[in-house]
């Protein structure tokens, strides 16, 4: 398994200009999400998804939109970047459903996406 | 959400046995502790999980009292490669509530 993916690993972007952020993950996980972590800071939770064709917002949502039409993918969109959505963006995924067999639930991460906003 | 609280930073001597306590007062009875290690330039990963009293993995140990209401993470004789960023959660395993991180503990190993 390949795990949690993401491309790409770096990015600059001018103020205005409108990019995608990929995420997919082959481990059959029903909840995803995106992060973003500014130097020195922790991880502040962006959207998530329990499954697809369903998203809802974390703590930071705005200038961001996010879609999940397979349960592989989550693709993060900055519609018109700001310098203040420069940052290093996580994707993540964990199994989601519950399972009487479950006894450990973890969080797996992506490598990251540093984008920078000029 | 149990909200969490925990240091910012530590400093530790290599070798040491390092103790970071996390407070989490509200914990729900569905609920077990959960702490993440991140190294610069990479995502959190998954260092070890409990419900109550000791559990213990290859990386590390985690003790909770009878109450709940903290947990200890025990690094063992650390070593400079432990330097990292350590984040205690507290939710239910399974299930679809949203995960969020805090700012975690910085622990600085020194020569």
């Known amino acids: 398994n390949a795990g949690v993916t993401q491309t790409p690993k770096f990015q600059v972007l001018k103020t205005g200009q409108s990019m995608t952020l990929q995420c997919a993950q082959d481990m059959n996980h029903e909840y995803m999400s995106w992060y973003r972590q500014d130097p020195g800071m922790g991880l502040r939770l962006i959207h998530y998804?329990?499954?697809?064709?369903?998203?809802d917002q974390g703590e930071v949502p705005n200038g961001y939109n996010v879609s999940r039409s397979t349960t592989e993918d989550f693709p993060l969109r900055l519609l018109s970047a700001a310098p203040s959505q420069t940052s290093v963006y996580f994707c993540a995924s964990r199994l989601g459903r519950r399972l009487s067999s479950l006894t450990t639930d973890t969080q797996y991460f992506g490598p990251g996406t540093r984008l920078t906003v000029l | 959400l149990a909200k969490t609280t925990q240091p910012i930073s530590m400093d530790s001597y290599e070798g040491q046995e390092v103790n970071i306590t996390c407070s989490h007062n509200?914990?729900?009875?569905?609920?077990?502790i959960t702490w993440y290690q991140q190294f610069p330039s990479q995502g959190p990963r998954f260092i070890i999980q409990?419900?109550?009293t000791k559990v213990t993995n290859e990386v590390a140990s985690l003790f909770i009292p009878a109450d709940r209401k903290s947990s200890t993470l025990s690094l063992p004789r650390v070593s400079l490669s432990d330097t990292a960023v350590y984040y205690c959660l507290v939710g239910p395993v399974g299930g679809y509530q949203k995960v969020t991180f805090g700012t975690g503990t910085k622990l600085q190993v020194i020569p």
């Open positions: 998804s329990v499954g697809a064709g369903i998203t």
């Open positions: 409990g419900y109550k």
């Open positions: 509200n914990i729900a009875t569905n609920d077990y």
